[in-house]
């Protein structure tokens, strides 16, 4: 049976908290992998490091990224995420607190699948978590690979 995991890649404890809350709220039950920084990220996607255990073949089903992260930004992620054949596929959205045009561009470039600006107040944080949840989790049909 397919895992569906959320792999959630933030640095910051309380936008993390904020996330799981608002994906409870909204009735999303995939369980909710966190990665603190990009390498941990990419450790975790590729298993390596800490995750080396880890089966290669059970992605995330959705990837919520943030850029602004430690060790590894989160366009580096998302390079090395579209770089392999066996991860190229997966959706990945960016949310961020930036509204820097330059990476929103760049995040578009690298084949984010969505870029999400994190609203500062929590029902609209919220709000924004059910829409990705209910999009990505519920209506959106990935591609069934082999």
């Given amino acids: 049976m397919e895992r569906r995991t959320i792999l959630l890649v933030e640095d910051n404890p309380d936008d993390e908290e904020l996330t799981k809350r608002a994906l409870i709220k909204s009735n999303i039950v ?3 992998d966190v990665a ?18 880890r089966d290669i073949r059970d ?5 919520l990224l ?9 366009l ?10 066996w991860t ?10 930036s509204k820097e ?9 690298l084949g984010a699948n969505s870029y999400v600006v994190k609203p500062v107040d929590f029902k609209q944080f919220s709000e924004a978590i059910v829409t990705l949840g ?6 959106n049909e990935p591609p069934h690979l082999p």
Avoid at 76 to 85: G, I, M, N, P, T
């Fill in 30 to 32: 995939n369980q909710v």
């Fill in 66 to 74: 943030d850029l602004k992260l430690p060790k590894m930004d989160g």
């Fill in 59 to 63: 992605l995330p089903v959705l990837i």
């Fill in 36 to 53: 603190h920084d990009g390498q941990e990220a990419i450790d975790y996607l590729f298993a390596k490091g800490k995750y080396k255990d």
């Fill in 134 to 139: 209910i999009y990505w989790l519920v209506l």
């Fill in 76 to 85: 580096d992620v998302l390079r090395a995420v579209r770089a392999q054949d």
């Fill in 101 to 109: 045009d330059e990476d929103i561009i760049k995040s578009y470039r």
């Fill in 88 to 97: 190229r596929l997966l959706p990945v959205v960016i949310l961020t607190s």
